[in-house]
């Protein structure tokens, strides 16, 4: 497993923006495809984004395509989220996840690693 670390969480109005990063430490990240997820109180996890372990392939959730974009740095160990266009909606702690095989999972239970999450919070 590889131990993973969000930061770039905050408080931001509707249409602003923000830029979520996933740090790894232990071990380097380009062995990983990784994912994004969020959870929203009172609901399920919810897939939001995967890379492919070299990052050539992506896939995005109907509800955040166009508005966020993920991108990786295999040199830094980073997985980042750009955030574009925040909607009330989007308010959730997010949680960057890695898994072994070089493609996405739209499924949480296919992830071997977690971070903590960080929260995101977009007022009206």
């Known amino acids: 497993q590889v131990q993973l670390v969000e930061s770039g969480g905050g408080l931001v109005q509707a249409g602003g923006s923000l830029r979520l990063s996933c740090a790894a430490s232990?071990?380097?990240?380009?062995?990983?495809?990784m994912g994004w997820f969020r959870q929203a109180p009172g609901k399920e996890r919810e897939f939001v984004v995967g890379?492919?372990?070299?990052?050539?392939?992506?896939y995005y959730a109907d509800s955040v395509k166009g508005r966020l974009t993920i991108s990786r740095d295999n040199g830094k160990n980073t997985v980042y989220l750009q955030m574009n266009s925040l909607k009330p909606e989007d308010t959730a702690v997010y949680y960057c996840?890695?898994?072994?095989?070089?493609?996405?999972?739209?499924?949480?239970?296919?992830?071997?690693?977690w971070g903590q999450g960080t929260q995101v919070t977009v007022s009206s």
């Open positions: 996840a890695a898994r072994r095989p070089s493609i996405w999972s739209r499924d949480w239970v296919d992830y071997d690693s």
């Open positions: 232990g071990r380097t990240l380009s062995p990983y495809a």
């Open positions: 890379i492919s372990r070299s990052g050539s392939s992506t």
